[in-house]
């Protein structure tokens, strides 16, 4: 999927005033992922949820592609640390940060928000994408270029996990293509601790609930009893290990 939505919500206090609650009756933790033009918006959003009943945990946005300025605290190694550590401090929930793969080193970026106190670091968001209308001459999408989702992007977002696993000892959330139970189990042995599925729930609205019920069966072909048991579990060939 390419898309260039954009960030669109109704903003943060009808989201605390009209969606949190019925999100917080749900059996399933809500995790209130925020994005900010500046540093303060973000640390200003962090602390309006902070102690706010039924926020399990804060995602902060810093690598949605489509929004002016959007991507700069995820591809600057200071900014990130630096605005990590602000919504950290304002809010007593635990933080996540979601990355953008479109950076030369993401093991860089994942090692300056553990720096600023992230609980755990999302990879991947979309990757920049661009298609074309060449009888038209003009840009498919309204905003030029969008992000690229879906099974697409699947080996570069296991590429994005390894390297973060790789590189920091906080647990990583991941994402990207993943479609199937094969591509959760994927992840998990690439070091994932947990998963998000975002775009086969549009062709497939109950995708995640197989997954769920499938992960016992799964886990149990590796002799795993949980989802820890299986977690960065990949032995790379000795030769390869020496040049990644
Ligand atoms: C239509 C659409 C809207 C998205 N909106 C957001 C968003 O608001 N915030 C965000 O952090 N990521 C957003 N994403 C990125 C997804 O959360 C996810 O990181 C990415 O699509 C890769 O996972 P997937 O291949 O399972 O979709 C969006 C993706 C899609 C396809």
């Known amino acids: 999927?390419?898309?260039?939505?954009?960030?669109?919500?109704?903003?943060?206090?009808?989201?605390?005033?009209?969606?949190?609650p019925y999100l917080s009756r749900l059996r399933a933790p809500t995790i209130v992922s925020i994005a900010g033009r500046t540093y303060d918006e973000f640390v200003e959003m962090a602390g309006m949820l902070d102690g706010c009943d039924g926020a399990a945990a804060l995602e902060l946005n810093i690598?949605?592609?489509?929004?002016?300025?959007?991507?700069?605290?995820?591809?600057?190694?200071?900014?990130?640390?630096r605005v990590v550590q602000g919504a950290r401090d304002a809010c007593?929930?635990?933080?996540?940060?979601?990355?953008?793969?479109?950076?030369?080193?993401?093991?860089?970026?994942?090692?300056?928000?553990?720096?600023?106190g992230a609980d755990a670091i999302s990879v991947i968001n979309t990757l920049l994408g661009m298609s074309i209308d060449w009888r038209g001459q003009r840009p498919m999408l309204g905003n030029g270029l969008g992000g690229l989702?879906?099974?697409?992007?699947?080996?570069?977002?296991?590429?994005?996990?390894?390297?973060?696993?790789?590189a920091v000892d906080t647990p990583v959330v991941g994402i990207g293509g993943i479609?199937?139970?094969?591509?959760?189990?994927?992840?998990?042995?690439?070091?994932a601790a947990a998963v998000q599925v975002g775009t086969a729930n549009f062709y497939d609205p109950t995708v995640s609930v197989r997954l769920i019920d499938q992960l016992p069966a799964a886990l149990a072909e590796l002799g795993a009893t949980c989802v820890r048991d299986a977690v960065g579990t990949?032995?790379?060939?000795?030769?390869?290990?020496?040049k990644t």
């Open 1 to 20: 999927m390419l898309n260039s939505i954009g960030l669109d919500n109704d903003g943060i206090d009808a989201f605390i005033a009209h969606h949190l």
């Open 63 to 81: 690598s949605c592609p489509n929004v002016s300025g959007g991507v700069d605290f995820g591809t600057d190694v200071e900014m990130c640390r």
């Open 92 to 116: 007593g929930l635990p933080v996540l940060a979601k990355l953008t793969p479109n950076v030369a080193d993401i093991g860089q970026m994942a090692a300056a928000a553990a720096d600023g």
């Open 149 to 166: 989702s879906g099974p697409a992007i699947k080996p570069i977002a296991l590429r994005a996990v390894y390297q973060v696993a790789s």
């Open 179 to 191: 479609a199937n139970i094969d591509d959760v189990m994927e992840f998990l042995v690439a070091g």
């Open 234 to 242: 990949l032995q790379m060939n000795d030769s390869v290990a020496a």
